[in-house]
């Protein structure tokens, strides 16, 4: 029994001082980690916002005036220079208006060179054959007024007569066909029953009502026939009327029209014998400028009628065809934008806009250009806030791509952006998975021989994947670049 137990008590040592051996080379036992080394660099203070390539100078354009597209000589992505003409308008009927406009302006200035000059004794004679035959033209036209006048009165009274007549006709036979139906009435009455009210004739008192009954009728159908004409006759009487009083109309404008004639002729009469009036100089020469000036309108629409680029560019959208008829007041017919001068539209978080400046170099990642990087800066920052998606606030701002070697950002690509806020250069720097913390304090595991020692350190700003140090390190010193939950001061490891 007693050897017994001290089998089991030798048992139990060598099992407590196994565990324990096993412990001491476990925490003995050096741990594996990766090594940094600090160093200075630049350390970039970023904001993040997501937007679409846009173009800074969008230009629309579109004719000056109305017309016939009759070429147009561009189709989208086609790249522009400055005064390039890229369509043109028909300009058939325009060449027309600028024949007429300087015949026009030609006869203005051979008016105003014979209203100087004065009329020839000739200019005088013809103006004086033509007084006199306006007057007699305007003495005939009145003439023909007054006879007019004599043959539409009596074309009216001939015709009212006929209507008057057709009158008492249509009254007359109305009267005889009264008197005859109410005889016709008395006999039915007469020689009706006297208790059944039917009719109860003898043989002749039934012709008697029967020739009654034929008269009434016969006299009826006269009065419908008098009334037939009385229309009739009233018809022509309102047609005769109206004729007279066209004619009559007729006639007078005829003779307003040789009065004017005639004053017309009796002016220039007097014009051509009396010197020019100071007015009529003055009028001469305005009919000259207002010439000219149409002229000069004309010229200018075909001038307009070839629409040029006013700058280098991009087509990026023709709104016509060839054939078609396009106004002023159209939607842009073409449109262009600057691809050398490409933007990004994106909206910042209001919590970061404050550190936003104009100015401000941009880091841009295209998504359809992954891995190809792009250069920007900002160049305006908005004032009025929009809702996100997500329902938060933020602000929009546009940044000109300023490099995009190898690349063509287009309209519409989606960006992902980092504007740097705030740069750091040549400052000590450690990844930010090197720093840790350690009873509240910011700390690092410095490599002193095969040991990892912890110390204290103070951070400035933090980039995107560095941090920089302020205090506690050196330039060159070792430090453990991750996995250090497990680690303690003075940890032996090994890398």
Same mark, same amino acid.
Do not use: C
């Given at each position: ?13 060598? $099992? ?93 200035? $051979?008016?105003?060179?014979?209203? $100087? ?13 033509? *007084? ?178 006013? =700058? ?19 939607? =842009? ?74 690349? *063509? ?7 992902? $952006?980092?504007?740097? *806020? ?74």
């Amino acid at each position: 029994m007693r050897l017994r137990n001290i089998i089991i008590i030798v048992f139990l040592v060598v $099992i407590v001082g196994g565990v324990g051996w096993f412990q001491y080379i476990k925490e003995s036992a050096p741990l594996k980690v990766e090594l940094a080394e600090v160093k200075k660099s630049d350390i970039n203070v970023l904001v993040a916002a997501s937007g679409a390539v846009s173009s800074p100078k969008k230009i629309s354009l579109n004719f000056k005036g109305s017309g016939l597209i009759e070429k147009i000589n561009v189709k989208e992505e086609d790249k522009v220079e400055k005064d390039d003409i890229l369509a043109e308008l028909d300009t058939k009927d325009l060449t027309v208006e600028l024949k007429q406009a300087k015949i026009n302006l030609d006869n203005a200035k $051979i008016s105003y060179e014979k209203l $100087i000059k004065g009329a020839t004794k000739e200019d005088i004679n013809l103006a004086r054959v033509a *007084v006199d035959n306006a007057k007699i033209a305007l003495d005939a036209a009145k003439r023909k007024l007054e006879e007019t006048k004599t043959n539409a009165a009596q074309d009216i009274i001939s015709a009212q007569t006929s209507y008057d007549t057709a009158k008492s006709a249509r009254d007359f036979s109305y009267y005889v066909y009264y008197d005859t139906q109410g005889k016709y009435e008395e006999l039915v009455k007469k020689y009706e029953h006297p208790v059944f009210h039917q009719p109860n004739y003898t043989e002749s008192q039934k012709t008697e009502v029967d020739t009654a009954k034929s008269s009434a009728n016969t006299t009826y159908s006269s009065y419908l026939s008098a009334e037939s004409s009385l229309k009739s006759a009233e018809q022509n009487l309102q047609t005769v009327k109206l004729k007279a009083d066209a004619a009559i109309k007729q006639a007078q404008d005829a003779v307003d029209s040789t009065e004017g004639s005639y004053q017309s002729a009796l002016a220039s009469l007097k014009l051509k014998e009396a010197s020019p009036r100071t007015e009529d100089v003055k009028n001469a020469k305005n009919s000259i400028s207002l010439s000219q000036a149409t002229l000069e309108a004309v010229q200018n629409k075909i001038d307009d009628s070839g629409l040029t680029s006013p =700058a280098d560019g991009t087509i990026i959208f023709v709104n016509g065809k060839e054939g078609e008829l396009i106004s002023a007041a159209k939607d =842009a017919f073409i449109t262009m934008a600057d691809f050398n001068h490409v933007e990004i539209t994106a909206n910042v978080d209001e919590v970061d806009i404050g550190k936003v400046k104009v100015n401000q170099e941009v880091n841009i990642s295209l998504d359809a250009y992954e891995g190809f990087p792009v250069k920007g800066k900002v160049t305006e920052i908005g004032l009025n806030s929009v809702v996100t998606k997500g329902g938060g606030t933020a602000f929009p701002i546009k940044v000109e791509i300023t490099s995009s070697k190898n690349i *063509v950002p287009r309209i519409g690509m989606n960006a992902d $952006i980092d504007i740097i *806020v705030e740069t750091h250069k040549n400052v000590l720097a450690v990844s930010i998975g090197a720093l840790t913390e350690r009873q509240g304090k910011d700390v690092v595991f410095v490599i002193e021989g095969d040991k990892a020692k912890v110390r204290k350190v103070k951070v400035g700003i933090y980039g995107e994947d560095d941090v920089e140090i302020l205090d506690g390190l050196e330039d060159g010193e070792k430090i453990v670049a991750k996995n250090m939950a497990q680690l303690k001061d003075g940890d032996k490891i090994q890398w």
